[in-house]
Structures are given as structure tokens and as C-alpha cells.
């Protein structure tokens, strides 16, 4: 398995190319910006696009979906529970990048807890995070967790947004991704990658 990290969009969000090095075949796990230098990165990466991934639907991690879905012809999956988030894009763009407004369109399909997605010989499962948003959606493959923008290094996401709530993201992480290996990789929404060990031990916000 071969990850490629591109920061984009207008809050540095982590998008991750996960691609197995026999067939090619990818996911992008969440999609920020539409950037022609973005898109031309994953083009010379020379995969098959198989699925956008999102972990949630915030502004910030979904701005290039309907680009993408354009160029490849790919589809993109997100929790039901999400669209709200979706839809209120454009109020989110105004209120705090004061960007223009853009209304995404092309999202379609839903993933739901335990779904799984393949690529070549990987096996992606979705696990439903609740917290930061009621959406909320990590995706495990192996030994390695995408976990959006539910955990961090030292921290979880804010629960201060519609439709965030604290005690529902300190259980989903407590109750779900502490319960995977310790040397789990956690690749982030935002910032630097961590494990679970670590959070467990160091990550002062769940351990109060």
C-alpha cells in the first residue's frame, strides 16, 4: 500500500491518496480543493480512481468533490447524517473564510458503519465517529486509521459547529478507535500524523 498526503484547501486539510502498488487502484480520502495542481498530482500518480472518501461534510474537506467527480468520473461517499453539513456550505464559506460561496452537487452516495470498499487487495471499512460532526466517519485499512477530523495528536476535532457534540466524540473515540492496536497509524484531518498509543497516553482532552 502506497498514501500520498496533499494539504489543500482553504484550512490546510489533509486529503490521502490510498493506492494499491499492484493494480493502481485508489481512494482519495476526502477532497478539499479543486486546484489544477492537485488534480494534475493525482493524475501523474497513475491510478484508477475508484472512490472519494469523505470523512465529513465540512467545507473544508469537500471543496474539490465536484471537480474531481468531473475529471474521474469517480464517485463519492459520505455519511447521510452529512449532507446537513453539505448543504450549508456555502453559509460556512461566507461566515468564515468570507470566500465566495460554492454549493457542491455531485455527492450522491452514502456510507454507513462497517461498509466496506475495495481496492485491489485492500479493504477499507468505515467506522461512524459521531462528534465533530453527527456524520463523523474514520475509515481503517490495516494498521493505519483516516480518522478526519475526530482525532488528532493531542486533541479531537471542535464540537462547537451545528450538529457537534463533545460527549459524542470522547465516546466514539474512547469507545471505538482505542479499541484498535496501539501501534495503529492515525493519518489526521489536519496536522501531524499520530497513534493510538499515543493518544491514549498523551492526549490530555480524553484523558480528564
Same mark, same amino acid.
Given at each position: 500500500m502506497e498514501i500520498k498526503v496533499f494539504?489543500?484547501?482553504?484550512?490546510?486539510a489533509n486529503n490521502y491518496l490510498v493506492i494499491d502498488e499492484k493494480t493502481r487502484d485508489a481512494v482519495l480520502i476526502d477532497c478539499s480543493s479543486s486546484r489544477?495542481?492537485?488534480?494534475?498530482?493525482?493524475?501523474?500518480?497513475?491510478?484508477?480512481?475508484?472512490?472519494?472518501?469523505?470523512t465529513h461534510g465540512h467545507f473544508d474537506h469537500i471543496l474539490g468533490v465536484d471537480k474531481f467527480n468531473e475529471v474521474f468520473g469517480v464517485e463519492t461517499y459520505v455519511s447521510a447524517d452529512?449532507?446537513?453539513?453539505?448543504?450549508?456550505?456555502?453559509?460556512?464559506m461566507e461566515m468564515f473564510m468570507g470566500i465566495e460561496p460554492v454549493e457542491i452537487k455531485s455527492i450522491k452516495n452514502f456510507v454507513n458503519e462497517g461498509d466496506v470498499f475495495?481496492? %485491489? /487487495?485492500?479493504?477499507? #471499512?468505515?467506522?461512524s465517529t459521531p462528534g465533530h460532526t453527527k456524520g463523523g466517519t474514520c475509515y481503517i485499512v490495516g494498521d493505519k486509521l483516516f480518522s %478526519? /477530523?475526530?482525532?488528532? #495528536?493531542?486533541?479531537?476535532?471542535?464540537?462547537?459547529l451545528p450538529e457537534g457534540n463533545f460527549n459524542d466524540i470522547v465516546k466514539s473515540v474512547k469507545e471505538k478507535l482505542f479499541t484498535l492496536p496501539d501501534d495503529t497509524e492515525v493519518f489526521t484531518g489536519h496536522g501531524a500524523k499520530t497513534t493510538i498509543g499515543f493518544e491514549k497516553k498523551y492526549n490530555e482532552i480524553l484523558n480528564v
Open positions: 494539504v489543500e484547501g482553504p484550512i490546510d489544477q495542481e492537485f488534480i494534475d498530482s493525482v493524475k501523474s500518480a497513475n491510478v484508477n480512481l475508484k472512490y472519494i472518501l469523505l452529512d449532507m446537513s453539513q453539505i448543504e450549508l456550505t456555502p453559509k460556512f475495495k481496492i %485491489g /487487495d485492500i479493504e477499507i #471499512k468505515a467506522i %478526519g /477530523d475526530t482525532l488528532f #495528536k493531542g486533541s479531537v476535532g471542535r464540537c462547537d
